[in-house]
């Protein structure tokens, strides 16, 4: 049996006659090369929506196990109140980027500075089946080292396709981190191929202070605005399916005390009589949130329209925000998330102060010149959980000299307030702020977080010591009043029986008659 495939492209039509079984096993290579991502420190992935990976912290307690643990822990700092986050999403095009523009984005984005960087790319590899690590791949994560190495650690590197999200610490940082959960959500051509999706990295970073980063690359061309919101939900949602276990542990471990560093189940098969939440609780459950990557979200514009203010502002007609502020109001995502309210309800974005990142001739300023003429457009985004002013986006750019793609990265720095202790009293009510270091020791239990801290615990004013010792003493009273009518029963039950044995002695037994009777027998004889 013979099937004729029509192969389409833009220039020609070509007819081609194949055995059927030869047609189904190119298509099934084909789809095992797209549908198999390859992953980098955190293990490997199954096809479709991928399980949670646990990723240790490589230098918390040293390479030589848990013998020099102990002795670390006398020496630990208190773990930091606030931390400086730098965040970056690229689109690369299917090129890797010259050392010149990596530097120029990691001056930027402050990542020698910063104490977690979080670096989001897009179309670094080829949809090209392959069961090996690509060489843009490797060369991005020399890159990375190269620029970053000395002063941070690299904690993961997750990968669906040609997505890539990198998470990387400052040294001193790493004794204050929980193990990572990472996995991803594939978004392509039946929710399997793996050219658009999403990937995330779950931690904590002290005691109680969880963080979720997401890097998505979503749907692309202007009409397809249903279908990015259908991927921005779809990804939520498995999200939220794949790591509700872990998200309900981070709120348990919160209340209670002592916290452990060790690592969460990677599965929830042995806790399926608890039912996940609701998709909308992602947001509640987890402390800070960060969703970056190429959403792919463009301008309800002509590309006529779009170069009018463009144009002005190169003449210095208008200033760049005066540009920027015409166009938003035709930005797809401002619309559907303000207006419409569909997408990214309860994130927030900074304010857009920069002209739209894509599309660029490769190596040069200009916007897409091909016969395409794509229309410009801010499709690279950074968008973020505001926790009640407690994080704070004080940078939020593009790199223009960065030209080695069509698409310009974009960097954002935040300042993030990380969350106070709260000890759960067993009247209801909630104590805040325990004090950490060696000035502490002693006052109260131990709490590891990748090492111990001493806790002190601030005692309720509406409760005094002296009552507590009364309340004890009472106790104490009413356990012996107990024990004694315990035993003046067991005397009662004593005394019957012995009653009973006396009235057996005083009439005789049976056997005792038995007996008697035999002597008198002997007499006789």
Same mark, same amino acid.
Request: include cysteine.
């Given at each position: 049996m013979r099937t004729s495939v029509l192969i389409l492209t833009p220039r020609r039509r070509t007819a081609l006659a194949l055995?059927?079984?030869?047609?189904?096993?190119?298509?099934?290579?084909?789809?095992?090369?797209?549908?198999?991502?390859?992953?980098?420190?955190?293990?490997?992935?199954?096809?479709?929506?991928?399980?949670?990976?646990?990723?240790?912290?490589?230098?918390?307690?040293?390479?030589?196990?848990?013998?020099?643990?102990?002795?670390?822990?006398?020496?630990?700092?208190?773990?930091?109140?606030t931390l400086n986050i730098s965040i970056v999403t690229w689109n690369m095009a299917e090129r890797s980027p010259p050392l010149s523009d990596v530097s120029l984005v990691a001056s930027a984005a402050q990542l020698n500075t910063s104490d977690l960087c979080i670096l989001g790319v897009q179309e670094i590899e080829n949809l090209k089946p392959r069961r090996h690590e690509g060489s843009r791949s490797r060369e991005w994560r020399r890159l990375i080292l190269h620029s970053l190495g000395r002063t941070h650690t690299l904690l993961s590197l997750t990968k669906l396709g040609g997505m890539q999200l990198a998470v990387l610490a400052k040294k001193a940082l790493l004794p204050h981190l929980s193990p990572l959960h990472v996995c991803e959500v594939p978004c392509g051509v039946g929710n399997i191929i793996h050219n658009k999706g999403g990937q995330a990295a779950l931690f904590r970073v002290g005691p109680h202070t969880s963080f979720l980063f997401i890097n998505a690359h979503l749907a692309a061309h202007a009409h397809r605005v249903e279908d990015r919101n259908a991927d921005v939900d779809r990804v939520m949602t498995e999200l939220q399916n794949l790591l509700w276990y872990h998200l309900e542990s981070n709120k348990k471990? %919160?209340? !209670?005390?002592?916290?452990?560093? /060790?690592? $969460?189940?990677?599965?929830?098969?042995?806790?399926?009589?608890?039912?996940p939440p609701a998709p909308s609780a992602l947001l509640d459950k987890v402390d800070r949130l960060f969703f970056l990557g190429d959403l792919n979200y463009r301008l309800e514009l002509q590309r006529e329209d779009i170069e009018?203010?463009?144009?002005?502002?190169?003449?210095? %007609?208008? !200033?760049?925000?005066?540009?920027? /502020?015409? $166009?938003?109001?035709?930005?797809?995502?401002?619309?559907?998330?303000?207006?419409?309210?569909?997408?990214?309800?309860?994130?927030?974005?900074?304010?857009?102060?920069?002209?739209?990142?894509?599309?660029?001739?490769?190596?040069r300023d200009l916007y897409d010149t091909s016969p395409k003429k794509r229309a410009p457009a801010w499709t690279d985004r950074v968008l973020f959980k505001p926790c009640e002013g407690k994080v704070k986006c004080e940078k939020y750019e593009s790199v223009g000299g960065a030209r080695h793609s069509d698409h310009r990265p974009v960097v954002g720095v935040f300042t993030v307030q990380l969350e106070e202790e709260e000890v759960l009293k067993k009247g209801g009510k909630k104590e805040e702020v325990p004090t950490y270091g060696k000035e502490d020791e002693g006052k109260g239990s131990d709490m590891e977080m990748g090492g111990n801290w001493k806790i002190e615990r601030k005692v309720s004013s509406s409760l005094s010591m002296a009552e507590e010792e009364e309340g004890e003493e009472e106790e104490d009273e009413e356990e012996d009043e107990e024990g004694e009518e315990e035993k003046e029963e067991a005397g009662l039950i004593e005394e019957e029986e012995d009653e009973e044995y006396d009235d057996d002695s005083e009439y005789g037994s049976d056997d005792e008659e038995e007996e008697e009777e035999d002597d008198d027998d002997s007499d006789f004889f």
């Amino acid at each position: 049996m013979r099937t004729s495939v029509l192969i389409l492209t833009p220039r020609r039509r070509t007819a081609l006659a194949l055995p059927f079984h030869k047609l189904l096993v190119i298509v099934l290579v084909f789809v095992l090369g797209l549908t198999t991502p390859s992953v980098c420190a955190s293990g490997s992935t199954p096809w479709g929506a991928s399980s949670v990976r646990t990723v240790p912290v490589v230098g918390r307690t040293g390479r030589r196990g848990q013998g020099r643990r102990m002795e670390d822990r006398k020496n630990l700092p208190p773990p930091p109140t606030t931390l400086n986050i730098s965040i970056v999403t690229w689109n690369m095009a299917e090129r890797s980027p010259p050392l010149s523009d990596v530097s120029l984005v990691a001056s930027a984005a402050q990542l020698n500075t910063s104490d977690l960087c979080i670096l989001g790319v897009q179309e670094i590899e080829n949809l090209k089946p392959r069961r090996h690590e690509g060489s843009r791949s490797r060369e991005w994560r020399r890159l990375i080292l190269h620029s970053l190495g000395r002063t941070h650690t690299l904690l993961s590197l997750t990968k669906l396709g040609g997505m890539q999200l990198a998470v990387l610490a400052k040294k001193a940082l790493l004794p204050h981190l929980s193990p990572l959960h990472v996995c991803e959500v594939p978004c392509g051509v039946g929710n399997i191929i793996h050219n658009k999706g999403g990937q995330a990295a779950l931690f904590r970073v002290g005691p109680h202070t969880s963080f979720l980063f997401i890097n998505a690359h979503l749907a692309a061309h202007a009409h397809r605005v249903e279908d990015r919101n259908a991927d921005v939900d779809r990804v939520m949602t498995e999200l939220q399916n794949l790591l509700w276990y872990h998200l309900e542990s981070n709120k348990k471990k %919160k209340k !209670t005390l002592p916290f452990s560093s /060790s690592p $969460l189940p990677s599965s929830p098969i042995q806790y399926q009589h608890h039912h996940p939440p609701a998709p909308s609780a992602l947001l509640d459950k987890v402390d800070r949130l960060f969703f970056l990557g190429d959403l792919n979200y463009r301008l309800e514009l002509q590309r006529e329209d779009i170069e009018v203010p463009l144009r002005r502002v190169k003449n210095s %007609k208008i !200033t760049v925000q005066e540009a920027v /502020s015409r $166009l938003l109001e035709y930005d797809q995502l401002m619309i559907e998330r303000l207006e419409k309210k569909r997408v990214f309800q309860g994130l927030v974005e900074k304010e857009v102060c920069f002209l739209p990142t894509f599309k660029f001739n490769k190596g040069r300023d200009l916007y897409d010149t091909s016969p395409k003429k794509r229309a410009p457009a801010w499709t690279d985004r950074v968008l973020f959980k505001p926790c009640e002013g407690k994080v704070k986006c004080e940078k939020y750019e593009s790199v223009g000299g960065a030209r080695h793609s069509d698409h310009r990265p974009v960097v954002g720095v935040f300042t993030v307030q990380l969350e106070e202790e709260e000890v759960l009293k067993k009247g209801g009510k909630k104590e805040e702020v325990p004090t950490y270091g060696k000035e502490d020791e002693g006052k109260g239990s131990d709490m590891e977080m990748g090492g111990n801290w001493k806790i002190e615990r601030k005692v309720s004013s509406s409760l005094s010591m002296a009552e507590e010792e009364e309340g004890e003493e009472e106790e104490d009273e009413e356990e012996d009043e107990e024990g004694e009518e315990e035993k003046e029963e067991a005397g009662l039950i004593e005394e019957e029986e012995d009653e009973e044995y006396d009235d057996d002695s005083e009439y005789g037994s049976d056997d005792e008659e038995e007996e008697e009777e035999d002597d008198d027998d002997s007499d006789f004889f």
